[in-house]
């Protein structure tokens, strides 16, 4: 069964920093991973997804993930934190198959932005 | 598109009465997945249908939780009786059937067991 790591529970930057968000899967096959942030009481939006070709895949809010097959790591990555990115984030895993497009989430990371 | 419609957004109940939740996924999706988020446990799959079936429900943590999906575009999420554990925000998604397809989630119902 896949699993899904993010070993940051909490993360805090300063506005205009760079950010990377960490994360760690365990799948057999080809995995399709996802990025998604929920800011306070909100549902989950996608950010970005992976499931084939380049491996540096572009996200809406200038977000940005790499995939590194050897690490089996999808990391999240933003040049510049803006403070409307304070949130949760989440990443996710997809197995082939059968699974009706179920995911394995990790446990989330909360991003604090100090001004 | 009107995204995944759930309701109420809010319910405040009281201990051992029935709490119905309901969904309504996008159209044209065939798989619909209930979601259970708490600062304790994170967020938690409970039950997910393909074309209106059920097809794993070993999240559903009680025989108290059950759901039922009538259609391609209702569910329900039914807690009969509800106890104050089962505070938590309940979210529904939808996708179509493909494991490269992304999750829509809806903007869940927070529920509060008094």
């Known amino acids: 069964a896949q699993s899904v790591t993010q070993p940051d529970i909490h993360i805090t930057v300063s506005e205009g920093a760079s950010l990377e968000l960490r994360c760690n899967y365990s799948y057999g096959a080809t995995p399709y991973l996802f990025w998604y942030v929920q800011s306070p009481g909100q549902g989950l939006q996608l950010l970005l997804k992976y499931f084939s070709g380049d491996t540096l895949v572009q996200g809406i809010k200038g977000f940005e993930a790499e995939f590194k097959r050897s690490q089996s790591s999808f990391n999240l990555r933003k040049p510049s934190v803006h403070w409307s990115d304070a949130a949760e984030y989440f990443c996710a895993v997809g197995a082939g198959g059968t699974s009706y497009g179920k995911l394995t989430f990790g446990q989330g990371t909360i991003l604090t932005v100090h001004p | 598109d009107a995204g995944v419609i759930q309701s109420p957004r809010h319910e405040v109940t009281e201990m051992g009465q029935e709490v119905t939740l309901r969904c309504k996924p996008i159209?044209?999706?065939?798989?619909l997945f209930w979601y259970r988020q708490t600062m304790m446990r994170g967020l938690e799959l409970l039950i997910y249908f393909n074309n209106n079936v059920p097809i794993d429900d070993s999240g559903m943590p009680e025989d108290r939780f059950s759901a039922k999906m009538p259609n391609a575009s209702f569910s329900t999420l039914k807690i009969q009786p509800s106890e104050p554990r089962d505070s938590a925000v309940y979210f529904c998604?939808?996708?179509?059937?493909?494991?490269?397809?992304?999750?829509?989630f809806g903007p869940g119902t927070r529920l509060t067991v008094l």
């Open positions: 998604a939808s996708t179509r059937e493909r494991a490269y397809n992304e999750q829509f």
């Open positions: 159209s044209g999706h065939n798989s």
